[in-house]
């Protein structure tokens, strides 16, 4: 993906020094050392967010440029903590619309995904912004318009959504067992909700949207989240044994 803001990036990397050469990047400072991509977001990331020469509006696309060009996590952990920091918060339209571009293009977005899922979800007080953000709040255009890129981005936020509570989802997810083609990343935030640490989900609930959901029968997992949803078990860590049992 070469897009004006990872160009853009690029060029303020190259005013301080730092380019690829060969396939690999270097420091002015250091020629004969190559740099990992790692290095550079650890090095260069939060840099972005005291360039005096940029707005915030800015700063934020600028962040995002590098999270393309250098595609490392940790660029979207210096973007959570500028905008949580004591110089945020960022400007909502330009922090989300980032997220927003990146969930919808071709291009793989485990960098934003993993953010979403680490960072945003599972922290409960950003996690309901976070989900309106990035799909909860234009889940009626999803319905509506059903576009590949509104439909990639609904699939990547409900696949990593298991951290968001329930009673923020609950709609989302009701709405989205209208939609086939977005089954099986329900089916993945659903039992994503039951397996990890801070997964949250309404057994009740969640069972009545498998029964609604097209979903083959042999599908992994199936029958087990089926089973200890029936049985009233809200998460794994709180009964370690229950899945065993379902297996």
């Known amino acids: ?39 550079i977001a650890h090095s260069w990331a939060g840099e972005v967010f005291t360039d005096e020469f940029l707005d915030a509006t800015e700063q934020v696309r600028l962040a ?31 922090l989300w619309d980032g997220y927003r571009r990146r969930l919808e293009a071709k291009q793989d977005a485990e960098a934003v995904t993993y953010s979403l899922w680490a960072d945003w979800f599972e922290d409960h007080n950003t996690a309901a912004t976070a989900f309106a953000e990035v799909l909860g709040n234009d889940i009626g255009r999803v319905v509506a318009e059903g576009s590949t890129s509104l439909l990639r981005r609904a699939d990547r936020v409900l696949a990593c959504s298991s951290p968001v509570p329930w009673p923020v989802k609950q709609g989302v997810y ?19 909700g039951y397996h990890d640490v801070y997964g949250d989900l309404e ?27 029936a049985a009233g078990h809200r998460n794994h860590y709180r009964s370690p044994s229950a899945w065993d049992s379902a297996v």
């Open 1 to 39: 993906m070469k897009t004006q803001a990872m160009e853009n990036a690029r060029r303020w990397l190259a005013e301080r020094g730092v380019v690829k050469v060969n396939g690999g990047w270097v420091d002015a400072q250091e020629p004969d050392r190559q740099l990992t991509a790692n290095e």
């Open 64 to 94: 995002f440029g590098l999270l393309d060009l250098l595609d490392d996590y940790w660029v979207t952990c210096e973007i959570r903590f500028a905008d949580r920091g004591p110089g945020g918060p960022l400007p909502a339209d330009a």
């Open 174 to 192: 009701d709405t989205v067992a209208r939609l086939p083609a977005l089954h099986r990343p329900l089916f993945k935030g659903l039992l994503g």
């Open 203 to 229: 057994p009740t609930a969640a069972l009545a949207l498998l029964a609604r959901m097209e979903l083959p029968a042999d599908t992994p997992h199936l029958a087990e989240l089926r089973s200890v949803l």
